[in-house]
C-alpha cells in the first residue's frame, strides 16, 4: 500500500501489528504515531509507539481486535 491510500484510510492512532520479520506470524501489536510517508528510496512507511524510527508498510497490518 502506498502512503497515501494508507493515510486517508488509517488516521494517527490506529492500532496495527508490526512484524519484525515479513511473512512471519510473530507480531508486536501498537500504534501509529504518525502518518505515513516516503521515503526517497520509494519505500511507504509509518512510525508506531515503541518504535524508534520508522517502519515499512510492508511490515505492519490492521489490528482489527
Do not use: W
Not at 31 to 56: H, W
Request: hydrophobic fraction near 30%; charged fraction near 30%; proline fraction near 6%.
Amino acid at each position: 500500500m502506498k502512503f497515501e491510500e494508507f493515510n486517508k484510510n488509517f488516521p494517527i492512532g490506529t492500532k496495527v501489528k508490526y512484524h519484525p520479520i515479513v511473512d512471519l506470524p510473530e507480531c508486536i501489536k501498537s500504534k501509529t504515531r504518525s502518518e505515513a510517508f516516503e521515503l526517497p528510496s520509494g519505500c511507504s512507511v509509518v512510525m508506531i509507539e515503541n518504535k524508534t524510527g520508522c517502519v515499512s508498510l510492508d511490515s505492519i497490518e490492521i489490528d482489527k481486535d
